[in-house]
């Protein structure tokens, strides 16, 4: 989210096991090594957005650098998916890319508050970027995909992102203040984004409309 600062934006339940609201970030260029990051924010459980700030104790000697933020969102646009899902953090693996389409972009009023795309998404991609397969630019943060409560069985390519113009404004107070009061606004309360969040309007078919989405 911003590289000279350090901050990073993942999901709340990927840092859930945080020990003394520190979690290790694997920073693969120019060198493959692991960084110490504060959790200087989450949002609570109530919150439907699905969100956690990091910020690396220390950014010296690191040649990161900022994702642009998409301003539109068209559906039936490439789109892909970057994280490292299935294998776990100790093997040496390169982040895994899977390519999809916007398939569904979910509104309340003229507000963007949640994507769906057909890239195959398994554990461990949470918390990665949904860009635009064009431009590279990041259009939301994956957070779940679609899960048969009955069964079990999870549909990998019927996954949701936070769209980033959902939340842009308050990180980007944040940034700006350092206080982490802006973020606070996250912990939205509003019942049309609880529905659409717990899957209860028409993203999934009827049947499915009590199933809650997956955590990955």
Request: aromatic letters at 6%.
């Amino acid at each position: 989210m911003d590289a000279e600062k350090g901050i990073i934006l993942t999901c709340r339940h990927v840092v859930k096991s945080a020990i003394n609201s520190q979690v290790q970030v694997r920073i693969d260029f120019p060198l493959r090594h692991w960084k110490v990051a504060d959790v200087v924010f989450c949002t609570k459980m109530s919150s439907p957005l699905d969100l956690a700030v990091l910020q690396l104790q220390n950014t010296q000697y690191l040649n990161l650098t900022d994702l642009e933020i998409a301003s539109n969102y068209e559906k039936g646009q490439d789109v892909c998916v970057v994280g490292h899902a299935l294998f776990p953090r100790e093997l040496s693996m390169q982040p895994s890319i899977t390519y999809g389409v916007l398939s569904n972009l979910v509104t309340v009023g003229d507000n963007p508050i949640l994507l769906q795309s057909t890239c195959a998404v398994h554990s461990g991609a949470s918390g990665g970027p949904l860009l635009c397969a064009e431009t590279g630019k990041l259009l939301g943060i994956v957070a779940s995909n679609s899960k048969d409560t009955r069964s079990g069985a999870s549909f990998p390519h019927v996954n949701f992102s936070i769209p980033m113009a959902a939340i842009q404004t308050a990180l980007d107070d944040f940034i700006k203040s350092n206080n982490v009061q802006c973020l606070q606004i996250l912990n939205t309360s509003h019942k049309d984004i609880q529905r659409i969040w717990t899957l209860q309007d028409d993203i999934l078919s009827e049947e499915n409309h009590n199933s809650p989405q997956s955590r990955l």
